[in-house]
């Protein structure tokens, strides 16, 4: 009877213990984004599992533990294992993809790949300064060196030096953007990184034809991350619209923005904490010098990016050593044209403060020192190093002076933002403390103070009595990423060029609203997204419309053209802002009651200075 019992208690408690430790250790996989074999190897490991269980049902207590301990520490192995590999990412992810001509440009000669169709030709991983490393950390860019032979441009270089990303959370977030689990088992490969990064690519149309409009396009990452192979902003799909892209890598992080007094004593410059930004300006240089081999108009350029892209946009719009650079501007979803900058932005003094508590943090009594230290141990760091500063060299002045003084750069200006903008920011910041009717007024004041909090509630009353969380969100978002397009639209308005003006309002089934949703739209990319479920024939057609609006401003600082809707130009505050969403058109600014207020906050902050 007693073995009866436990014949049957066996087979009601294994198959549970079984499904669950399965699907577990199968979502853990999939959320690690780690090598299929391993994954295999996994499955194999839990049938093995399974069928000696089932075998030594009956036998004593010391067989029967075998296959449990068995499982545990192979699960154990695999588990740790299970990282997504580490490899070089290739040009164009089609087979055996043809070779391109040899091409001479001003250093050497490349050769990259043509695209699948043929109708693109991609030139990857093309050198436009000497590799910052050794005597050249923490120094402006030097021109590179020529070389001899033919170089293989068939793969995207290494992506900057940056802390590596956690798989399963960068999976999570994606769950929480896609309010869904879609599992993948593809399991895709990171791409490799260096501190020797300082590379472009080119995608061109094929063919001899010349003077081609040229976007320069400087990914985000909050200055910390990034890297210019990644799909959303691929420049394959551009290029089919008779454009040149280029992608342009900078150094990052530590490396990047990191500021100290000894920098500037030996910078013939006198320059410190904007490396990466010199970096940009440097491969705007190469550009200059080089885009004429590919057919490209070199008086034709317009630079382009998102995030902390489109902070460095923004700086470049203002720095001296980029002027004649370029001709027109695009931002997405981030400005440093505002008087109290929100982020991406911090003082000399502040950015010095660090780079000392980084030579502490080493036990470094020097520059030399700290040169020494292994890339991968200094990008480790715990302080943050995600911010440009006025180095008196790239920056001379705070952007939104130069914009007063009407001395930006660029001759147009498109630039927008999305609605959800700060959702990925501020959701994980209070992940176990939502905003709530109760807690929302306090969070408010430790953003604007007592003053300004009691104003905002009153103008968002009815929206927080309806949902606090995202009225909270959506106040944040404005304050972060909204409102300094608002002041950079009427800052480059008064300075007497043209600024096109949107926002993005498309939902779909995976990034949506959210910071960074439009990129894969304006770039031409929903129809190669990973995640073909998240996007349906609407999404296609606002993708054609998007990337036609950015091909035609590229081609003449105008999105305007054909059979599109038409975008007016902003006619500053109060006007109308393009939707670029389900509806294509002009609607209503939601944000203007609550625009003011953040300005009053930024002069009571600036008084305060």
Not at 273 to 290: A, F, H, S, T
Not at 462 to 488: G, R
Request: net charge negative; aromatic share 12%.
């Amino acid at each position: 009877m007693e073995k009866k019992k436990s014949n049957i208690a066996f087979w009601i408690a294994f198959p549970i213990v079984f499904v669950v430790a399965t699907a577990l250790l199968v979502l853990y996989y999939d959320l690690a984004n780690g090598p299929l074999v391993l994954f295999i190897l996994q499955l194999i490991a839990l049938a093995g599992f399974a069928v000696a269980c089932i075998l030594l049902r009956r036998a004593k207590m010391r067989w029967r533990l075998i296959p449990y301990a068995a499982i545990v520490v192979t699960s154990a192995i695999l588990l740790v294992a299970a990282k997504p590999v580490v490899e070089a990412r290739p040009a164009v992810t089609h087979a055996n993809p043809e070779k391109t001509q040899v091409l001479q440009i001003e250093k050497g000669k490349v050769q990259g790949v043509y695209s699948e169709d043929k109708k693109v030709e991609v030139y990857a991983g093309i050198p436009f300064a000497k590799p910052p490393v050794g005597e050249y950390r923490w120094k402006e860019p030097q021109d590179c060196e020529s070389w001899d032979g033919v170089r293989d441009c068939s793969y995207f270089a290494a992506k900057s030096m940056q802390p590596g990303s956690n798989a399963v959370m960068n999976s999570l977030v994606d769950m929480y953007s896609e309010k869904a689990w879609h599992p993948d088992y593809r399991m895709y490969p990171d791409q490799n990184m260096s501190e020797d990064s300082l590379y472009l690519n080119v995608w061109k149309p094929a063919g001899e034809e010349t003077n081609l409009p040229v976007l320069v396009f400087i990914h985000g990452g909050s200055l910390t991350s990034g890297s210019t192979a990644f799909e959303d902003y691929n420049g394959e799909s551009l290029a089919h619209e008779n454009i040149i892209v280029v992608n342009v890598a900078y150094r990052l992080g530590v490396f990047g923005y990191f500021a100290h007094e000894e920098l500037v004593s030996e910078s013939p410059n006198h320059t410190t904490g904007n490396y990466g930004l010199l970096d940009q300006i440097k491969g705007l240089e190469w550009v200059r010098d080089n885009i004429g081999f590919f057919g490209g108009d070199k008086d034709n350029v317009t630079i382009a990016g998102e995030s902390a892209g489109s902070s460095s946009v923004s700086a470049l719009c203002t720095s001296p050593l980029a002027s004649g650079l370029f001709k027109n501007a695009i931002g997405e979803s981030s400005s440093l044209v505002v008087p109290n900058t929100p982020h991406t932005w911090r003082s000399l003094d502040k950015a010095k403060k660090t780079g000392a508590d980084i030579m502490a943090e080493f036990g470094c009594k020097s520059i030399e020192e700290l040169r020494k230290i292994p890339a991968d141990k200094l990008v480790q760091t715990k302080f943050s190093n995600s911010s440009m500063t006025i180095d008196g060299y790239a920056l001379p002045k705070h952007p939104y002076q130069v914009y007063q003084e009407g001395k930006n750069n660029e001759k147009a200006l498109l630039n927008g933002y999305n609605v959800m903008e700060a959702d990925a920011f501020v959701v994980p910041q209070y992940l176990f403390s939502p905003t709530n009717k109760s807690n929302i007024a306090s969070r408010l004041e430790d953003v604007f103070g007592e003053e300004i909090a009691k104003k905002i509630v009153e103008i968002y009353k009815e929206k927080i009595e309806k949902d606090a969380f995202s009225a909270f969100n959506e106040i944040i978002s404005v304050y972060w990423f909204i409102h300094p397009h608002h002041s950079w639209s009427n800052m480059a308005l008064a300075s007497g060029i043209p600024v096109y003006r949107y926002q993005f309002t498309k939902e779909n089934g995976y990034h949506s609203t959210y910071h960074a949703g439009e990129m894969v739209y304006c770039y031409g990319n929903v129809e190669k997204a990973r995640r073909s479920y998240a996007y349906h024939q609407s999404d296609y057609d606002l993708c054609k419309t998007m990337m036609s609006y950015w091909a035609n401003f590229v081609k003449t600082g105008n999105p305007n053209g054909g059979s599109l809707p038409n975008w007016p130009s902003y006619a500053g505050s109060g006007d109308k802002v393009m939707e670029l969403g389900a509806h294509v058109g002009p609607f209503e600014d939601a944000y203007l009651k609550l625009y003011p207020l953040i300005d009053e906050f930024a002069e009571a902050q600036q008084n305060k200075d």
